[in-house]
């Protein structure tokens, strides 16, 4: 499995449930890299996203502690829900047997708990320090390295690069 996530500085990735900063270039990368995939959303962070509703032309795997959860998946493509990591992986598992990459998604606790599970992370890197309220591990210092980079851009007055990290 793959993460895709947005940092600033200090590995933040969020306040409020909400992004940080509004990058019409990371939300384009972000599309390029998951269209087509599956992705893996906790509950909240889906619910953040427009309408509440799963992105159009992905297959979903959200996970909910509410075991009454539901969620009107798009035309098409698939919104499985699941209640333990154990039953997303099992999930996850039956996209890679297919060949089909798979992305966590978010929120910050399931970065967390599907961290270990993880061989590629795609990060925009911010240049800038916001007032983030949650945060993604910082995977230069747990070791792994940067495998591909992009030359750096600025977009509403805010420098960033895409990245890929790896384990090694």
């Known amino acids: 499995m793959n993460a895709i996530v947005a940092v600033d500085k200090k590995w933040g990735i969020g306040k409020n449930n909400d992004l940080l900063v509004h990058l019409p270039s990371d939300l384009n990368y972000y599309k390029e890299k998951t269209l087509g995939k599956c992705v893996i959303f906790g509950q909240r962070t889906l619910e953040s996203l427009p309408g509440s509703r799963p992105l ?3 297959d979903h795997i959200v996970l909910s502690d509410d075991p009454d959860y539901t969620v009107e998946p798009r035309k098409g493509y698939a919104c499985d829900i ?5 039953e997303v992986l099992a999930k996850a598992g039956e996209y890679q047997t297919r060949g089909e ?5 978010g929120g910050a606790s399931i970065y967390e708990l599907f961290l270990d599970d993880c061989e590629g992370f795609y ?3 911010i240049d800038h320090v916001f007032d983030a ?3 993604f591990p910082n995977l ?3 070791g792994l390295k ?4 992009s030359e750096p851009m600025e977009e509403n007055g805010y420098r960033f690069t895409f990245r890929k990290y790896e384990r090694v």
Do not use: L, N, Q, S
């Open 146 to 149: 940067t495998t591909w980079g």
């Open 140 to 142: 230069e210092e747990m």
């Open 133 to 135: 309220d949650r945060f």
């Open 82 to 86: 699941c209640h333990t990591k154990e």
């Open 56 to 58: 159009p032309k992905r």
């Open 101 to 105: 990459d798979v992305f966590v998604c």
């Open 123 to 125: 990060v925009t890197m």
